[in-house]
C-alpha cells in the first residue's frame, strides 16, 4: 500500500512539475497581443467569431472553410472565448498555454500507462513540453488548432489503452468520439489510426500477446484482425480528410506555382531539417521562404538517401529495440498530411507542424539513452544529470523564443533576421 502511494505521489509530483515548466516557459504570453499574421483574418476580425458563440456561429463554423482551412472546433473554441472574454488577447493566449500544459500532462499519464516506465516517460513528455519549436504552436494565438487537437489526440491514446485492457463497445465508443472531436479541431490527426497500430507492435505487443509495463495483454491478435479493429477510425479519417480538401483545392492556385518533384525534393529535406531543429533549435521563424531558386536537386536526392538509410537501419533492429521502429514511423507519419507534398502555403517547412510528429523523437531518445546507459556503472547519476541539462537548455530557449511573439514587430524583425 505504501509503494502504491509512493509512487502516485511521485506521479503527482511530475505532473505539477511539467505544469509548471510550461508556466514557466510560456506564461509570459498572457502580456501578449495579438498579432498581425493570421490572427485578423482567422480569428478577431471574421465577424461569425468573434460575435460570440451563436447558433449561427456554430452552424459557419461547420459549413464554411475560412481561407482554405476547416476546423470547425477550433473556431467555436474562439466564439467561446470571444463570449466571455471580449477583445482581451491575454486570455486568449492563457487558454493555449493551459491546453498545452493539459496535453503534455496527458501524455506523460498516457505513455507511463503504455510503457510502465515513470522517469522516460516523464523525461519524453518534458521535452515536449518546453522543447523551443513548441512556442509557435503555442504563443500563437490563430494556431489554436494544435494544442486543442493534442488534448484530444492525448485521451484517445487513453481510451485505447483502456479498451486494450477491456475490450468493449462502449470503450471503442469512446475513442471513436475522442478522436472524431480531435479530427474536428485539426486534420493533421488522420494518421492516428496507424499510430494506434504501431502502439499495438510497441509497447502493447498485441500481436505476441505480451506483457504491457507489469501486466499481461489480454488481446493477442493477428496484423489483419488488428487493422480491421482500426477500420471505424479510418474511416472517420477518410471523411475529415475530403471535407478538409474542399477547402485545399482553391488553393491549389498558388501551391501549383511549385513543381510536384520540387514538393517532393522539399519534403526529403524537411525531414530532416525537423530532426536537425530538434537537436539545435536555433534560428527559429514564423515562416521559412522556399530558397528563390529553389532547392540543389542534389539536396533533396541526399536528403531522401539519408531517409532510406536510417529506415532500413532502424527496420533491421525493429526486434531488439522496437522503440526505434514505433518512434521513427510515428514522426515520418505523422508528418505526412503536412510535408508540403500537396501544398497549401508558401513556407518550405513550419515550426508548428513539428508538434505532435516529433514525440516520436523523444520516445527513441528516451528509450534509447535509457538502452545505451544501461550497463554503465554510474547510469541513473548520469541520466538524470544529463536530463536536467538538456531540459533546462531547452527551457531558457523556449522562452527566448516566445517572447519574440510579444508583438507584431519583434515577431518580424527576428524572423527576417534568421531566414534572410
Known sequence: MSDKISER???????????????????????????NFDDPEYVYEVPEINAGLTLHGVKWAFTHWPATNWFPLKNVSHMLEFQFYGFNPGLFHLTNVVLHAATVVLLFLALRKFTGSIWRSAFAAAIFAIHPLRAESVVWIEERKDV????????TLAAYFYYT??????????????FAVGLLSKAMLVT?????????YWPLNKDQGSEIGSQKSQNSSS??????????????????????SRGIAPAHSAADQLPFLARIGNAFVSYLVYVW????????????PYPQNGLPIWQSIVAAAILVVITIAILAVRKSRPYLFVGWFWYLIMLLPVIGVIQVNLQSHADRYTYLPQIGLYLIIAWGVADLLASWRYRIQIAS????????????????QASYWRDSEALWTHTIAVTK
Open 148 to 155: 486543442l487537437s493534442g488534448i484530444f489526440f492525448m485521451l
Open 9 to 35: 505521489s511521485l506521479v503527482a509530483g511530475i505532473c505539477v512539475g511539467l505544469v509548471a515548466l510550461v508556466w514557466f516557459v510560456f506564461g509570459q504570453a498572457i502580456k501578449f497581443p495579438f498579432i
Open 192 to 200: 492516428t489510426p496507424i499510430i494506434l497500430l504501431l502502439l499495438d
Open 277 to 288: 531543429q530538434m537537436i539545435w533549435p536555433t534560428n527559429l521563424g514564423v515562416f521559412y
Open 223 to 244: 496484423w489483419p484482425k488488428l487493422i480491421l479493429e482500426k477500420a471505424p477510425l479510418f474511416v472517420l479519417s477518410l471523411i475529415v480528410a475530403f471535407l478538409t
Open 165 to 178: 485492457r477491456k475490450p468493449t463497445v462502449a470503450r471503442y465508443l469512446t475513442i471513436s468520439i475522442v
Open 385 to 400: 544529470a544529463a536530463a536536467v541539462v538538456v531540459i533546462l537548455a531547452f527551457a531558457f530557449a523556449a522562452r527566448v
